[in-house]
């Protein structure tokens, strides 16, 4: 929990002492590698109070409080299988200012203009961290949201944005995170997640095509068949989506697709933050467990594929809506 000490701390800071989240900035450890000793990523993500998606589950409001989400990122954040966090710049000084971001990777989301319910949703404007500011601010790459709707215009404007952005994180050496989701709307107007294989590949193989290089690349990509996971050889997460009233069902949607070899790992906001009975550790172990098993179970069965090894003898027994982040 946040003391009150701390809480009183950070709000003085923020009024009288701007300078201060600079100096945060610099003095934070960073990692010297993306992924864990196990070859896996695990992020959570907290950039949604920015695109003005406040609700969780029946509470409109749920994200609103921000010393109970920053509370709820740091107890994740505890969890030593949780190798980072994905936020926009208010958050992420905040946790900075906290202490809350040594030796964790640190992702800063870039295009948050695309407000939930608007009527300009799907143009997704660069309204946050850029790629300079998070090559300065010692982060260790960029997110980006591509709802890709073949009837609005607006996605023009974000492919392109999402293509320069790209290229320029990748001059700089830093991931770029790119979230491609197809969205159609329905007769009422609404926009809904496409969750067939065919609308799905389409998007991840957009998603990857852009830039000058892909060199640095990643695809966050809802839990999906093979064929979608199969459509590219960049690293992909498994993002969390819209927490479901039963944690257990996210939990098994996430650990089918951690299977696929191309998958490294999850980006996981709501459904750990916020899940259903509260718990925010037992919901982030529960996670980190899937992950681990998933991914044992991925390297297993490629040994299996593999077969014996040189000098090595066989044994006779062959031993949907409102996804987007």
Known sequence: MIADEQWTALLDTRATDPAAIRRAYQARRRRTQLLSDQGTLFLVAADHPARGALGVGGDPLAMADRRSLLDRLLTALANPAVDGVLGTPDVIEELLLLDGLHGKVVIGS???????????????????????????????????????????PGTVATLES??????????????????????????????VLQRDAAALARAGSVAAGLGVTS?????????????????TTLPALVLGGVPSTRLSDDLASWGRSLRHPTV??????????????????????????????????????????????????????????????
């Open 110 to 152: 870039m295009n948050r203009g695309g407000l939930a319910g608007a009527d300009w949703e799907i143009d997704d404007r660069f309204t946050a961290y850029d790629p300079t500011a998070i090559a300065g601010n010692g982060l260790d790459g960029g997110k980006m949201l591509l709802r890709l709707v073949d009837s609005d």
């Open 162 to 191: 999402c293509a320069a952005a790209v290229s320029a994180l990748a001059e700089r050496g830093l991931m770029a995170l790119v979230e491609p989701l197809p969205y159609a709307r329905d007769a009422a107007g609404e926009l």
């Open 215 to 231: 060199a640095f690349t990643w695809l966050k990509l809802p839990p999906s068949p093979d064929e979608v996971l199969g459509a």
């Open 264 to 325: 490294r790992g999850l980006v996981v906001g709501r459904a750990l933050l916020y899940p259903p009975d509260g718990d925010v550790a037992a919901a982030v172990e529960a996670a980190a467990r899937v992950l681990r098993t998933a991914r044992e179970a991925a390297r297993t069965g490629a040994d299996a594929a593999a077969g014996p090894g040189p000098g090595e003898a066989g044994t006779a027994d062959g031993a949907g809506k409102g996804v987007a982040g």
